[in-house]
């Protein structure tokens, strides 16, 4: 092994520790700026132009980052978990992005008083799983005791921000499903 194997060859510099930490979540939180004012349902559109002319008028965070040209790595990360999150879910990507870029400054600032990210990582997992413990205890409802009316109501309000061409099908789909629930 020749001994210049660990220098860069073309005159660059590594940098590392709080430097390139603090870089990461600034551009992670730079990301999370862009489509925050787009939340929500009074979230304000973005127009968005392209190289060619071409002009995109949207809300929506996983339309927004998929036009962005981000080359930053960490950025790039919170595109690719945008883009996870709408192919997963469809929905949500707007809310991830702002969570996880929340999350990334918190978690610069624990480092900066000397907390070690191992313990950090460790409690967000606690988090987490008490975040879920809770939700499931006391934010859950059965749907028997719901009623048809608040399960349409609910499936109309999570479809009202993507754009769905079969609507009264869906609808249809999620009454048989009520009505199997009931059933059984």
């Known amino acids: 092994m020749s001994s210049g194997m660990g220098q ?15 870089q990461n979540v600034m551009a992670s939180l730079a990301i999370s700026n862009i489509v925050k004012s787009s939340l929500g349902p009074v979230g304000l559109d973005k127009m968005m132009v392209d190289d060619v002319g071409d002009v995109i008028i949207t809300n929506d965070g996983a339309t927004i980052l998929k036009q962005l040209e981000v080359e930053h790595p960490a950025a790039k990360i919170l595109c690719e978990l945008a883009d996870l999150q709408d192919q997963e879910v469809g929905d949500g990507t707007t809310s991830v992005v702002i969570i996880a870029a929340e999350l990334l400054k918190n978690a610069d600032e624990l480092v900066k008083c000397k907390i070690h990210p191992t313990s950090i990582i460790s409690g967000y997992r606690l988090a987490c799983k008490e975040a879920c413990r809770y939700i499931q205890d006391h934010l859950t409802l059965n749907t028997e005791k719901l009623g048809r009316e608040c399960i349409v109501n609910a499936a109309k309000t999570s479809m009202s921000s993507k754009l769905i061409g079969s609507y009264p099908l ?12 009931q059933q059984t």
């Open 8 to 22: 860069l060859t073309v005159h660059g510099e590594r940098t590392s520790g709080q430097t390139v930490r603090t």
């Open 170 to 181: 869906i609808l249809l789909g999620l009454t048989k499903i009520y009505q199997t629930n």
